[in-house]
């Protein structure tokens, strides 16, 4: 399987995991735009930059934007 198919199930896994969903090609259009935000910012080659996009990574990524959206939908319980 490839490197992205890979990162997007992990994605997936994770949002499904809070509870949330998202089509496949929004995520994989996610993981492309971290890849790549990565790889500006340490200033490395987006392969570099694909090997910090770890499970951990992802799952953390997925928090924040889940927490994040509960911060904008008052009343939100991701914890139930």
């Known amino acids: 399987m490839p490197w992205r198919d890979e990162r997007v199930d992990v994605l997936l896994a994770a949002m499904s995991d809070l509870g949330m969903s998202m089509s496949r090609s929004a995520a994989g259009e996610l993981i492309d ?16 930059a694909r090997s910090h996009l770890t499970d951990e990574a992802i799952a953390g990524l997925v928090k924040s934007m889940a927490f994040d959206f509960v911060e904008e939908t008052p009343g939100a319980n991701l914890l139930a």
């Open 33 to 48: 735009e971290r890849v790549q935000f990565v790889a500006t910012q340490m200033r490395v080659t987006p392969r570099t």
